[in-house]
Each structure stands twice: as C-alpha cells, then as structure tokens.
C-alpha cells in the first residue's frame, strides 16, 4: 500500500528552492489539489517573476511565464480565451503587492474567474533580501538596513483586507504552512479557491504567509517560529472574503 | 461600387480585425484611436467576442499576451503614449514567440505630445520599442481600406511567423472616412501545437516563456527568431512605386505623408521634373532593395515624413551614398503640404543636377 507519494501534477524534477523555504510546500499543496479535483489535463498556470519564476518547470499542467506583476492579466487572456478550462497564477509579494498591485485589484474587481495563490514572505527573496510591500514595521532588509522606516517607506500592504474591501472578489482568506496543522487549513482553503473556480463564482485568492529562511537570516525553526510571533499578528490568519458563505448566511 | 461601405479608418481597422476572426480585444481608452474600442464594445458581444476595457495599456496587452498563449487571434490598439506603455509586453511577446496584433494610430510627441497625427514612433515601432533584440513585422497603410487589408495582412503575417505585427497609422488614416470594400482575403490560423491550451493529459506540458538563464540558450533561441526574420524579408516586404520607372527624383514616404507627396509628384511632372514616389507599406522589413535599385539611376531622395527624420536614416542606408537624402517634413500634428513637397522636390532636382 502507498502512503506517501509525489502529486502526479508536479513534475519530478529538484526544486530550487532554499532549505526551509515554504515554497515547496505550497507547490506540494497546489499540485495535491489539481490532482484530487483530476483537472491538470485543462489548467494553465501563470508563474511570476521572483523565487518562484521557474514554477513552470515544476507543474506538470501547462504553464505560462509572465512579466513581473502581470499574472493577473495574463490568466485574464486566458480565461477569456477559453473559460472551460482552468488558470491560476502563483505570485510573491513584490509581484503581486507592488509592481502588480493595479493588475491584482482590477481582476478583483472583475470578479475574473480566476484562483490566485499569494506567497507573502515580506520580503524579495530572489534579488537578494530587499524590502518587500509586505516587510513589516523595523524589519531590516538590504534595502532597509536600519529597519523599514514608516517614515519614509509607509507602512506595509494587507492585501486581504485591501481587497476585501472590494464587491468584486468571490473568497479572499489568508493560511500560514508554519505547523502541520497550519498546512493542512492551507490545503482546504486552495482546494476552495479552486474550487470556486469550477463552480464559476469568481476571483478566488489564497495568501500564504511563508518563510525565507536566507533573506531573513534565520535558522529554517527559527524563521516558521518567526511567522507566529512577528507575522501573524500584523497579518491575522482566516477568511476576509466569501461570499457564497455570506449569501447562504443570509438565506 | 455596392459592395463598398463608409468607413473611419478606425472603424474599418476594428471591423476587419472581426472579419480576420479576432475575437478578443482588449484596450485603455486614448485619443486617436479610441473608435476602435468603441466599435469592438458594441460588436463583440453580439459575436460570442470579448472586448475588455483593461485597467491600463500594460494590462492590455498582457491580456493579449494570454490569449496568444492559448492559441487564439487577439489584438490591442493604442496611440503612442500608450504604445510606449505596451512596450514591456510586446518585448516579452517578442521572446516568447507569440502572435497578435497591435495597432498604434500616432499622435504627435514625445511626453503626451499632442493629439493630432504624428509619425514620429518610425524609430520605436521599427526597432521593436522594447528590450532586447527582436522586430515586429510593421505595415502602415495609407488609405482606408489599407487600414483593412493590412489589418487581415497583419493577423495571417504574425500567425504564419510567430511574431507581432502592428499597424502603424496615424491620426489622420484613423479619423478620415473613405469608402471601403470588406471583401478580404482572410487566411485560416495555422495549428498552434504549442499553446497553452491545457494537456488534455495526452502531451508533454507546453510552457511559454522568455526566460533563459543559460546564456548559449538565450543565444540560440535569438539565432534561430532572426532566421525566422530572415524569411519575413525575404518573403514579406511590401511596398508601392509611382512613377517610378525613368524618376530622377525619389520621394520616399508612408501613410498620409505618401498621399500628399503623390499631389507633389504630379505637381512636379507639370512643371517637367521627373519626380516618382516610392511608399513602403512594410516599415519592417523595410524595402532596402527597392531603393538600393532606384539608387542606381535615381539623383536625389527626399524624405517626407511627419517626424524630425526618422524614416531618412533607413532611406540613407538603403541608397548607401549613391544619391543625396534630404528631409521634408512637419512634426507636432503639422502635415507637410503638397506646396512644401513641391518645393523640397525642386530643390532636390537642382542640387542632384536632375534638369
């Protein structure tokens, strides 16, 4: 009997990813549900630009490489050009919280049918350690050597709540993968976004706070135990957005 | 004359992108060329079509960017500020092979100029525009039913070659109405066995992209897109001669710039100079061997354009010092008259010692 074994949506190929990184996971998670859901034979995924710029050699699905923040509407194009199949984009905080901030909201705003899955691990990991969007108050990165000054830098973004502000989006929730148990609620909530987007209901983003154990410089334990103690309280876990819910609430 | 309609050159663009078998569009509303996404707004709906009002020039042809991945005829259509805009993607498209059309009806510039018609983005549309070493197949009409032949021409072209075409108008050829025959000769798409259509679970994934870390397969992949440009020149070039077969004075121009010089032309006949135009149609590739030809026997060129001499240089190249180029032109919205065309071809005639 087989108890364990590698999604057959990912391809069997080295990850590049650093010791401790939580990319590898959230591939794991994403390829584990394109395999339960049998839909890898009609899904395009769209990579960004940032760590995970080479995920499309690692889904087994058809991929698209896009210019850096423009997954949004990229998979938009795709989306429109044949709605019955299945597209989702795989994004870091710089792609999709700075440079790709207009092309995040407006497919929200749409409601583009779309599942967009939200690596925020604030801070850019593949050009080195710079201050992300999502880099928190103090936090020190080669471009913020004496700390994220909100003086001068602002303060950080909350993707979720931003968009949660808006009618557009279908389901918005924000999951961690510091725990097993923390993994396990990430999986149902990307088996949702998912999902939704079956089901047609639209815009569904899954933001996942993960780990950069090199750009933070920390131990692989140090940096999940960095998650719950700094990451977590400026960005609380949970659902900011479901609207399906909401509706059968008020039936 | 029945089966011909009225027309703006916009409108005719949008109608015969419809006929081509585009079905998305996608755009960022701005002066001149903004009746193009009107008329897709009201059309595609009613033909199982998506027009899309996109956030922003770069939204938009990132979205055509998707739907080229898929495998499907699509285009945007801008003017130059937003062209610049569209930059980034076009590059991007540029090296990952991906067919589409984009339109750009010019405006006088730089910055957000003017928006009267301009064709001072030669340079930016003949060179790519972009990062990186790559061309756009460039065709510019000078009639309306140019701007709908060459728009059919502009789909097939960047199907059969994996490239971009664009549509290089002006103001003007967008906003003049002409009577224009939708009779078109509209090829089929070839198969596109490598989009990202979704592996049906009975393929290899396909992955398009642009990215290549390792530098000899970066160089490959340049090596192998300029054969492919190779065979564009080679097959593809386009262009129009007037009066051309015992001329001693060449005018090189496009678009509304040629129409104008035609007057200047014939103006020229009378007074018993033996002037002849030469129009391109493709900007690239460019007929070099046209004017390489002419230069053999022809005195002087003038170059006419609506820009600070842009087209000149390409002009210079292709006669390679066999005869003297001199510029013509009005830029910022101002059109060159025939009067003044007339004039640069009289003096061209004495300094090339042609009467």
């Known amino acids: ?251 | 004359m029945s089966d011909k309609v009225l027309m703006k050159g916009n409108e005719a663009i949008a109608e015969a992108a419809i006929i081509a078998g585009c079905r998305h569009y996608f755009g960022y509303p701005i002066t001149p060329q903004t009746e193009i996404a009107a008329y897709m707004a009201k059309r595609m709906p009613k033909i199982g079509g998506t027009f899309l009002q996109a956030e922003s020039e770069i939204a938009a042809i990132n979205m055509v960017y998707g739907v080229a991945a898929a495998g499907k005829r699509c285009m945007t259509s801008s003017s130059s500020p937003g062209i610049s805009l569209k930059g980034e993607g076009i590059s991007y498209m540029a090296g990952a092979d991906l067919p589409a059309l984009v339109v750009n009806v010019q405006r006088g510039g730089p910055g957000l100029g003017g928006i009267q018609p301009s064709q001072s983005d030669y340079f930016q549309a003949t060179r790519g525009g972009g990062h990186g070493d790559y061309h756009m197949i460039v065709l510019a009409p000078a009639s309306v039913q140019e701007m709908a032949s060459l728009t059919v021409k502009g789909f097939e072209l960047a199907d059969k070659y994996r490239m971009t075409s664009m549509i290089l108008a002006d103001g003007t050829m967008g906003q003049m109405m002409e009577p224009v025959s939708l009779e078109l000769d509209v090829k089929e798409p070839p198969e596109k066995p490598w989009a990202t259509t979704g592996t049906g679970m009975a393929r290899p994934h396909n992955v398009v992209n642009s990215l290549f870390l390792s530098p000899d397969e970066l160089e490959r992949t340049n090596f192998l897109r300029y054969e492919r440009y190779a065979q564009v020149e080679a097959n593809e070039t386009m262009y129009e001669e007037y009066l051309m077969d015992d001329a001693d004075v060449c005018i090189a121009a496009f678009g509304i710039a040629a129409r104008v010089s035609k007057n200047a032309v014939n103006a020229a006949r009378k007074e018993g100079i033996k002037a002849g135009l030469i129009r391109p149609i493709t900007l690239w590739p460019f007929p070099k061997a046209a004017f390489a030809k002419a230069a053999d026997r022809v005195k002087a060129f003038v170059s006419v354009e609506l820009s600070m001499g842009q087209l000149i240089e390409d002009v210079m190249l292709a006669v390679n010092g066999k005869a003297p180029v001199t510029l013509c032109n009005r830029v910022g919205g101002m059109i060159p008259s025939p009067e003044q065309v007339l004039d640069a071809i009289r003096k061209a005639a004495e300094n090339g010692g042609a009467r």
Not at chain 1, 57 to 75: K, L, Q, S, T, W
Not at chain 1, 107 to 119: H, L, M, P, S
Not at chain 1, 208 to 218: A, D, E, Y
């Open chain 1, 1 to 251: 009997m087989t108890v364990f074994e590698k999604p057959k949506a990912l391809a069997d190929v080295p990850l590049h990813y650093c010791p401790g990184c939580t990319h590898g996971i959230v591939h794991r998670l994403v390829a584990e549900v394109i395999d339960e859901l049998g839909i890898e034979g009609k899904t395009i995924g769209i990579a960004p630009v940032g760590c995970s710029v080479m995920a499309y050699n690692y889904f087994n699905c058809d991929m698209i490489e896009a210019a850096h923040g423009r997954a949004p509407a990229v998979a938009t194009g795709v989306k429109r050009a044949d709605p019955s199949k299945v597209v989702f984009t795989y994004q870091g905080d710089g792609d999709l919280a700075s440079i790709g901030t207009a092309e995040t909201v407006h497919a929200a705003a749409r409601n583009e049918n779309i599942t967009v899955i939200f690596i925020n691990n604030a801070i850019y990991g593949m050009t080195g350690g710079q201050m992300a969007p999502t880099s928190l108050p103090g936090q020190v990165t080669q471009t913020s050597p004496y700390g994220r000054d909100v003086t001068q830098c602002g303060y950080p973004v909350k993707i979720c709540e931003m968009l949660s502000q808006l009618e557009g989006p279908e389901y918005l929730e924000r999951v961690t993968v510091n725990s097993v148990k923390a993994v396990r609620n990430a999986k149902k909530a990307i088996k949702k976004a998912f999902q939704n987007q079956l089901d047609g209901k639209g815009f569904s983003m899954v933001e996942v706070l993960s780990s950069c154990p090199t750009n933070w410089g920390m131990t692989p334990q140090q940096a999940l135990k960095w998650i719950d103690d700094k990451m977590i309280p400026y960005y609380p876990l949970g659902v900011y957005k479901d609207r399906s819910a909401q509706k059968e609430e008020k039936a």
